[in-house]
Nanobody, 129 residues
């Protein structure tokens, strides 16, 4: 059973930065797409960012382009999301997700976690104005 454990969430003022981590002990990212969803209170879940380990292709939601950067450290079995210039609208629970079938380009159209292989419990990010 693969476990995805998110960390790095917290409270920050607008304009600040946070780096989220997703640890996947023993899990090899090869042939998987891995990335982040978020869900704000009262809003639908959305795909934030994704990286395809097979070809390095990435996806970013328009709302985070230029501010967020996704990366992986395969040796540490860890996924990161560097979030800069945070805005109050970035406040949400952030979830690490991975799948062996859905390419990153398809993630925005599949916001229910059921089709995905694995997902974490989430980490909360709160951005105050």
């Amino acid at each position: 059973e693969v476990q995805l454990v998110e960390s790095g969430g917290g409270s920050v003022q607008a304009g600040g930065s946070l780096r989220l981590s997703c640890a996947a002990p023993g899990f090899t990212f090869d042939d998987y797409a891995i990335g982040w969803f978020r869900q704000a209170p009262g809003k639908e879940r959305e795909a934030v960012s994704c990286v395809s380990s097979s070809d390095g292709g990435t996806y970013y939601a328009d709302s985070v382009k230029g501010r967020f950067t996704v990366s992986t450290d395969n040796a540490k079995h860890t996924l990161y999301l560097q979030m800069n210039n945070l805005k109050p609208e970035d406040t949400a629970d952030y979830y690490c997700v991975t799948d062996s079938a859905l390419p990153c380009v398809a993630w925005p159209d599949h916001t229910d976690f059921a089709p995905y292989d694995y997902w974490g419990q989430g980490t909360r990010v709160t951005v105050s104005s």
